[in-house]
């Protein structure tokens, strides 16, 4: 190659390089701008969680919530009371 070729090579990396910058710098810019103007009429609330069955650890000093398939506190690690989910067999 020559060097014009590799001049040329290398400035199209830069205009390449440059152009994707702008573009994301525009999607930036106009994300927070959407962003902003949600907010300010509240649009842009979040969802409300989904609610799961959560039971609190049985230790006074923790108290921490965790869901109910957990077998041990996520805080302080106490095994949690077995609580028995009533499953009924099909009877033929």
Known sequence: MTGI???????????VAAVVFSVWLIAMVL????RTIGALFGWNRP???????SYPCPRTSCRAINPASA?????????LLRRQLSRQAAMW
């Open 5 to 15: 070729t590799v001049g040329f090579l290398i400035i199209g990396v830069i205009v």
């Open 31 to 34: 994300g927070l701008i959407g």
């Open 47 to 53: 969802p409300a969680p989904l609610t799961r069955p």
């Open 71 to 79: 077998r041990f506190c996520r805080r302080c690690g106490h095994e």
